[in-house]
């Protein structure tokens, strides 16, 4: 059971735009920034969001994120097939005095 | 470039001890913590806990307190994680990965652990 929670999938189609949640409580997303990172089967996840909404070099401005007290989203715009992956949110929660995430998001582009 | 270099795959039999590692470059190996990360198969990431090494200093998850050994060499800027006797539970991806500002920004390519009789 991840601490912060997730949906276990969400679809779309080509140029469409979809969103993924997550929510936590207060010693995590509530007290903290929100990160995300994009996980391609067989390869090292990729820091695709950190500190709620900004977007490392090289990261498409497609990737959106934001965060509302407890909870917070991701969203794609214009899909493309090559975003199929699994999606994990992730925060640093002061109880654990480490780091949470999702239990991931499995984005399928039709 | 920062790269986070793993140790290859492992296959171990229960009972077996283990130590992977993970050598960093590309920055100064001291100014940031390494934490580790495991990935059960077909589950999703769970921290298992970091390591600072500038000190040595160790923090672990509940989950995996008295279980594993995270370690540090600083002169060779590489990281370590180790079991004195493995289960077939282990059987898991490992990643280490860089910590900044409470959040990891950089990861390894993942070693895989299988632990089998």
């Known amino acids: 059971q991840s601490v912060l929670t997730q949906p276990p999938s969400a679809s779309g189609t080509p140029g469409q735009s979809i969103t993924i949640s997550c929510s936590g409580g207060?010693?995590?997303?509530?007290?903290?920034?929100v990160n995300w990172y994009q996980h391609l089967p067989g390869t090292a996840p990729k820091l695709l969001i950190y500190?709620?909404?900004q977007r490392p070099s090289g990261v498409p401005d497609r990737f959106s994120g934001s965060k509302s007290g407890t909870s917070a989203s991701l969203a794609i715009s214009g899909l493309q097939s090559e975003d199929e992956a699994d999606y994990y949110c992730?925060?640093?929660?002061?109880?654990?005095?480490?780091?949470?995430f999702g239990g991931g998001t499995k984005l399928t582009v039709l | 470039e920062v790269q986070l270099v793993q140790s290859g795959a492992e296959v171990k039999k229960p009972g077996e001890s283990l130590r992977i590692s993970c050598k960093g470059s590309?920055?100064?190996?001291?100014?940031?913590?390494i934490s580790w990360v495991r990935q059960m198969p077909g589950k999703g990431l769970e921290w298992m806990g970091k390591?600072?090494?500038?000190?040595?200093?160790?923090n672990y998850s509940p989950s995996f307190q008295g279980h594993v050994t995270f370690s540090t060499d600083k002169s060779i800027s590489t990281a370590y994680l180790q079991w004195s006797s493995l289960k077939a539970s282990d059987t898991a991806m490992y990643y280490c990965?860089?910590?900044?500002?409470?959040?990891?920004?950089?990861w390894g390519q993942g070693t895989l652990v299988t632990v089998s009789s």
């Open positions: 990965a860089r910590v900044s500002d409470g959040y990891i920004d950089y």
């Open positions: 590309g920055y100064s190996f001291t100014y940031y913590w």
């Open positions: 390591s600072d090494p500038t000190d040595s200093y160790t």
């Open positions: 207060s010693s995590n997303i509530g007290s903290t920034t």
């Open positions: 500190s709620n909404n």
């Open positions: 992730a925060a640093w929660d002061d109880s654990l005095n480490g780091v949470v």
